[in-house]
């Protein structure tokens, strides 16, 4: 590839990261709405001493019973920074304090609509209280579960009834340890209705949208991993995946249904930010192809001691999120140094190279802009920018993976076309040769077709034919006779017929073919047909051929019954086990001896049918007494080839 594609893609990967931060510059930034009742930009404040956080939160609280007096401060509220502070909280963990915020309200609640309390953040180490009046209406963060509380935007509808009183005062308690940071956006009071869409707006773009574009980058993370599994010598495929995996879980911030204790989600989201240098500076080293050994081995050993001293399973740095801004200088620290020096050689060596340097210095920007804001630097009402370091990485990776994909498909395509004209002739030939075997197929499946009718035509029909013709040159014969073996022909033909027809192969619709021809005639002897037949398997194997079979064995049943004994009902059913299925013929005649017509010439007709039922890989049974006649053909579900 040259190197204008290189440049065109790092323009537009910056081009992209600098309008989403104008987007949400622009969207929170010019904010004016007359509907909105209260801005409160001052507040009043106090703290309260305290040994650990307490598990329960009063239902009511009187402002006024706190010892303290009230000091009006200015909104947004950052406490003093204390960066080197927080590592002595280590030694007295149980050193806690609750800051109190109270803010008097004018008379705005006599208004039809119902009022909404918002904040762009509400930062604190422990649980968040907010008191309405004195009653408690909103509680979060409880038992030590603050992970996704700095990125979530305090949002709490006030229940207004016919009988409710005016919202006079709004009181917010925050624990958090001596040494923690804890700060305080500006508040909006108004209806829900005016302040619903800025809520709604930062709720998506600091936490909904973040947590899309995390799965969607581990979503083609996985993809690459699958496209390792294939390609193991690919080893940059694996990278990739560790790359967004690592960067899913730096994200677990945007995932706030995860049940994991503060301490263990602490340990994971930060040691996730060096696990994600490591896996960077890896797929550096694939780049430039320098093993860059040293610089290898520092950031490994960093990573590894980290995460052992950070355990929370240990008591060498017990409660993580406390000594986090300390682990983030050397994170930032690890992270600027494989950046730089892996930035700087793969910069020398390729385009690509460029482009993953470009993407780092980016999130190298919004990480240390995530850190200023955590640390209060900036104010509460700022943006975490660094939750949109996975649409950069994924950016830059999904268009290293785009340029790979193009130059595969192209490689494919030149060797494509040094094929095209072989294949153009081979296909000619081929084509010819399937004409030739098509024709001869065709002439052959016609043949054999013709064959089998003449033969089925002669035994059936023919037979028939040439049996009613000497009875009449003999004249042994009366008119019904013959009128009955005319029938008996024209039932043949129609047998033959409906052989031909497409059945796919379902036993059923054979039979009911032979209901369609068989209850008119039943109808005028005045025999009466019970159809009890069942849902059936498919017999791959029924082709017209042993169709004609099995009606010929059918029919044979049948015109048993109407010429030899004088039943007045037949009953037809079919049953199915393991291997095969039955059909049964049943009939309330006055029944035959099946030995003696087995053993005699009348009982052709019964041989024919256990002939029939031997070519089908099938078998046949009579049993008869003076109450009638039971005849059951038994079918293979499957036949040898």
Not at 11 to 32: D, H, R, T
Not at 621 to 628: E, K, L, P, Q, V
Request: net charge neutral; glycine share 6%; charged share 15%.
């Amino acid at each position: 590839m040259s190197q204008r594609p290189s440049l065109i893609s790092t323009m537009l990967l910056i081009f992209s990261v600098v309008l989403l931060m104008l987007v949400g510059a622009f969207s929170f930034g010019g904010y004016s709405d007359s509907s909105v009742d209260l801005h409160a930009q001052k507040i009043e404040w106090q703290v309260q001493q305290s040994n650990g956080y307490d598990p329960l939160t009063p239902a009511n609280f009187d402002s006024h019973t706190l010892p303290a007096e009230w000091q009006s401060v200015d909104l947004p509220f950052a406490l003093p920074i204390a960066l080197l502070g927080q590592a002595s909280t280590m030694r007295t963990p149980d050193a806690t304090q609750t800051t109190w915020f109270r803010l008097q309200l004018p008379d705005i609640s006599t208004r039809d609509k119902p009022l909404a309390l918002y904040a762009a953040r509400v930062r604190t180490g422990g649980t968040v209280a907010i008191y309405a009046n004195g009653q408690l209406v909103h509680r979060a963060q409880q038992n030590g579960t603050l992970w996704n509380s700095s990125r979530t935007p305090l949002w709490i509808e006030f229940a207004k009834t016919d009988d409710s009183p005016p919202l006079r005062e709004i009181l917010i308690r925050l624990e958090h340890s001596a040494k923690s940071q804890v700060a305080l956006s500006s508040i909006w009071i108004g209806s829900t209705e005016s302040l619903y869409s800025r809520y709604h707006v930062r709720l998506w773009l600091q936490q909904e949208l973040p947590a899309m574009l995390s799965m969607a980058f581990l979503a083609v993370g996985i993809f690459a991993l699958l496209v390792w599994t294939q390609r193991k010598h690919e080893i940059a495929y694996l990278l990739f995946f560790q790359l967004a995996a690592t960067a899913f879980l730096r994200g677990l911030h945007f995932y706030s249904s995860i049940p994991i204790a503060n301490d263990w989600f602490a340990w994971l989201t930060v040691n996730s930010l060096f696990w994600l240098v490591t896996s960077v500076h890896f797929f550096l080293r694939q780049l430039h192809g320098r093993p860059l050994k040293w610089l290898t081995r520092a950031l490994v050993a960093t990573t590894v001691l980290v995460g052992i001293l950070t355990l929370p399973l240990f008591t060498l740095l017990p409660n993580t999120p406390k000594i986090t801004p300390l682990i983030y200088v050397v994170a930032a620290t690890m992270g600027a140094t494989a950046g730089l020096i892996g930035g700087i050689n793969a910069w020398r060596v390729s385009s690509e190279g460029r482009l993953i340097a470009v993407g780092i210095l980016i999130c190298t920007l919004l990480g240390v802009d995530d850190w200023l804001l955590q640390n209060n630097f900036i104010s509460p009402e700022g943006w975490y920018l660094g939750a949109y370091m996975n649409a950069v990485c994924f950016t830059v990776f999904g268009v290293l993976m785009y340029r790979r994909y193009v130059n595969a498909i192209n490689e494919i395509e030149e060797v494509n076309a040094s094929l095209a004209l072989r294949l153009q002739q081979r296909e000619a030939e081929l084509e010819m040769s399937h004409q030739r075997l098509r024709e001869i197929e065709l002439r052959q499946t016609i043949s054999d077709e013709r064959q089998r009718l003449m033969q089925d035509m002669h035994d059936g029909l023919g037979s028939s034919l040439i049996s009613a013709i000497r009875s009449m040159e003999s004249g042994g014969m009366s008119e019904l006779q013959v009128s009955q073996i005319l029938k008996d022909c024209l039932d043949d033909l129609k047998l033959t017929i409906d052989s031909m027809e497409p059945v796919d192969a379902d036993l059923l619709l054979l039979l009911a073919t032979l209901r369609f021809r068989l209850e008119p005639r039943l109808e005028g002897t005045g025999i009466a047909l019970h159809w009890e037949v069942q849902e059936l398997p498919t017999m791959s194997w029924l082709d017209p051929s042993s169709a004609l079979h099995i009606l010929r064995i059918v029919q044979e049943s049948i015109a048993n019954i109407l010429r030899h004994t004088r039943a007045d009902a037949i009953r037809v059913a079919t049953a199915r086990d393991v291997d095969g299925v039955t059909i049964s013929i049943e009939d309330n005649g006055h029944g035959f001896d099946i030995e003696h017509a087995l053993a005699h010439a009348n009982g052709r007709g019964l041989r024919n049918q256990h002939r029939r039922a031997q070519a089908l890989d099938g078998k046949v049974s009579w049993r008869s007494s003076a109450t009638g006649t039971l005849f059951q053909l038994w079918l293979p579900l499957q036949r040898g080839a």
